[in-house]
């Protein structure tokens, strides 16, 4: 039991559950990164327990908060009046054309199982110049040797992996890597684990935690983890990151037309087409 009204599954983080304190904090970090970055009318696509739609709706935009579960868009209207719920698939948006300022998409491209697809649609509901601010787990990273995958990702991608998919539609501006500041990585030297690693480990039983952990993921804050920006041209300097996270716009002129989905994009793509239990081509923010 979480106290929390939606249950905790490992498909979405959840603000005031203390097991998921560094995950929650580690996905404030970046919605308060796109927050300095949008205005006006905003997509939250796959915006989940909704914590991030309402952060981002503080600067005065206009938030619409889509996710696929309907639940989940109940309890966003009933826990969050400054923004606008709608349940529907990120890969077929209910949005004329043009219509959006900025999508945002925070920890939930790895969810989907037609990433091509989504891109597509988020060039679409774009208006001329309007960013698509994009945040997922780093394949390298966040899918290590010693630490258990996620069930509930699809498609896992590194900066290259994440620039391919991207570059075909839209125009990257800006990209970047969440990382841990000194506190979390001085613990992880002394324990001798990395934190993920660690909770993937530990279960949900916070009562069987080992005592440093308990401790440690209950004093995280948006303050343990910093952001690095990178060039293009340099994407190695992201292969430690945790999180990879990226500005991408829309072409102010008109739309080239489509191009083939990068070689690696599409690989990875179809050896993920067979569906895991409670998955789906769009789904909630991990």
């Known amino acids: 039991m979480t106290g929390h009204p939606l249950p905790l599954t490992g498909e979405r983080t959840l603000p005031d559950v203390p097991q998921e304190n560094y995950w929650f904090r580690r996905h404030e970090v970046a919605y308060r990164w796109a927050r300095e970055r949008v205005a006006g009318t905003v997509v939250d696509a796959g915006c989940g327990e909704g914590y991030g739609a309402a952060l981002l709706a503080r600067r005065g935009a206009h938030v619409l908060a889509i996710d696929l579960v309907e639940p989940v868009v109940a309890h966003v209207a009933a826990r969050y009046p ?6 529907a698939n990120l890969v077929a948006l209910p949005l004329a054309d043009a219509c959006a300022d900025a999508l945002v998409c925070l920890q939930v491209i790895e969810h989907l199982w037609d990433q091509q697809r989504f891109v597509e649609e988020a060039a679409r509901v774009l208006r001329p110049g309007g960013a698509l601010l994009c945040s997922t787990p780093n394949r390298r990273t966040f899918s290590a040797p010693d630490t258990p995958r996620n069930p509930h990702h699809s498609v896992e991608l590194d900066a290259s992996e994440l ?10 501006t800006e990209l970047a890597g969440l990382h841990h500041g000194p ?8 324990h001798g684990v990395r934190v993920p690693t660690a909770l993937a480990r530990a279960g949900a039983d916070l009562t069987a935690w080992p005592a440093w952990l308990r401790d440690l993921v209950g004093e995280v804050t948006i303050d343990d983890f ?13 292969d430690d ?3 990879l996270l990226v500005v991408a716009r829309a072409p102010e002129e008109p739309r080239a037309p489509e191009v083939p989905r990068a070689p690696e994009v599409a690989r990875a793509q179809e050896a993920a087409r067979t569906p895991t239990p409670g998955g789906g081509p769009g789904a909630a923010s991990r």
């Open 183 to 190: 506190g979390l990585a001085v613990a992880e030297r002394a």
């Open 82 to 87: 400054t923004v606008r719920p709608v349940q």
């Open 226 to 238: 910093a952001i690095t920006t990178a060039e293009a041209d340099h994407l190695e300097t992201l």
């Open 241 to 243: 990151a945790l999180d």
């Open 163 to 172: 620039v391919a998919l991207l570059a075909g539609r839209l125009e990257i």
